[in-house]
């Protein structure tokens, strides 16, 4: 196998990849409240569903980054995790298929833990918050 390039930074792949593309997942169904009243907020249409589909396949993707033997160092702990982010987005994949509101609403928040169990174990700042 050619041999990865793994210039950029763990970092820089979550805050340039990860986060934005996790955002379009979570942002995507939810209730929001506002002065003006509550609204149900949900894609409307095949492009909008698309779109969720599309970030889903990006954190998939994403977390077969973060497998990359220079990124994993072969952490059994930091593989799991990564393939705890890759599972639960493939659900997220399914739940866009199937314009089905509430799944995508329930793996947000199965893909949001996947993302804070990995940052209580690696990131420091986050591990050691008081």
């Known amino acids: 196998m050619p041999p990865f390039d793994t210039t950029t930074s763990v970092k820089d792949l979550m805050a340039n990849v990860m ?6 997942v979570w942002g995507s169904v939810g209730t929001v409240m506002t002065k003006e009243g509550t609204f149900e907020r949900a894609p409307a249409n095949d492009d ?8 889903a396949i990006t ?23 990564a ?7 493939k659900r997220a994949i399914k739940a866009a298929e199937a314009h089905d509101r509430q799944a995508t609403f329930d793996v947000g928040a199965d893909i949001y833990e996947a993302c804070v169990n990995c940052h209580k174990r690696f990131d420091p700042a986050i591990r050691d918050a008081k």
């Open 83 to 89: 393939q705890k982010l890759i599972a639960q987005s």
């Open 59 to 81: 954190l998939v993707e994403t977390g077969n980054l973060l497998l990359i033997p220079a990124r994993s160092g072969g952490n059994p702990e930091w593989i799991d995790l």
């Open 19 to 24: 986060d934005p593309t996790a955002d379009v």
């Open 48 to 55: 909008e569903w698309n779109a969720v589909k599309a970030g």
